[in-house]
T-cell receptor, first 115, second 112 residues
Framework: NAGVTQTPKFQVLKTGQSMTLQCAQD?????MYWYRQDPGMGLRLIYY???????DKGEVPNGYNVSRLNKREFSLRLESAAPSQTSVYFC??????????????FGSGTRLAVV | KQEVTQIPAALSVPEGENLVLNCSFT??????LQWFRQDPGKGLTSLLL?????REQTSGRLNASLDKSSGRSTLYIAASQPGDSATYLC???????????FGQGTTLQVKP
């Protein structure tokens, strides 16, 4: 059971380039999330998908787009990368958003540098 | 707005000590609270989940408590080991927003 799988693990982009971060979960979870983690800022929610077919903005959505491709997959796209998007990106999932019985499972992260 | 604070930000203890990490939150309307461990350069590993109706959860040498009314949770680590060195993150599930809100973490170093 792989849990939450993120690809790629590392990436270096030039300013203005685009890329898509991939996330897939095999736990039949309904809700999926993208966070970024920066020193001194903690983990901040970028976008989430409460269920297949829906997406919503989190705290820091500017410069990003998402796609909930199916129940398993939730991708994050940077259309025109900026140095301020240098960060570690984590994908997470949970069975049902707001359910007290279930916690979040996180992927291992994508370390992105924009130069 | 829900805010989560973890104190201390860093902690260094000798091996074998029992220790307590603190987490406080401003809004008691939560559906659960989760403690995570993060090793340098790695992802988040879930340690314990406390549902809003529960007071504590235990796993091995770890015990987490929850007091919703006072907005506090503690993570107790018994007989600490060098392998416990990591950053510990507290996160609360906000009932108002359905989102998980994180504290800044406590970085623990256990010295041999």
């Amino acid at each position: 059971n792989a849990g939450v799988t993120q690809t790629p693990k590392f990436q270096v982009l030039k300013t203005g380039q685009s890329m898509t971060l991939q996330c897939a979960q095999d736990m039949n979870h309904n809700s999926m999330y993208w966070y970024r983690q920066d020193p001194g800022m903690g983990l901040r929610l970028i976008y989430y998908s409460a269920s297949e077919g829906t997406t919503d903005k989190g705290e820091v959505p500017n410069g990003y787009n998402v796609s909930r491709l199916n129940k398993r997959e939730f991708s994050l796209r940077l259309e025109s990368a900026a140095p301020s998007q240098t960060s570690v990106y984590f994908c997470a999932s949970t069975l049902d958003r707001g359910s007290s019985s279930y916690g979040y499972t996180f992927g291992s992260g994508t370390r992105l540098a924009v130069v | 707005k829900q805010e989560v604070t973890q104190i201390p930000a860093a902690l260094s203890v000798p091996e074998g000590e029992n220790l307590v990490l603190n987490c406080s939150f401003t809004d008691s309307a939560i559906y659960n609270l989760q403690w995570f461990r993060q090793d340098p350069g790695k992802g988040l590993t879930s340690l314990l989940l406390i549902q809003s109706s529960q007071r504590e959860q235990t796993s091995g040498r770890l015990n987490a408590s929850l007091d919703k009314s006072s907005g506090r949770s503690t993570l107790y680590i018994a007989a600490s080991q060098p392998g416990d060195s990591a950053t510990y993150l507290c996160a609360v599930g906000s009932s108002n927003t359905g989102k998980l809100i994180f504290g800044q973490g406590t970085t623990l170093q256990v010295k041999p």
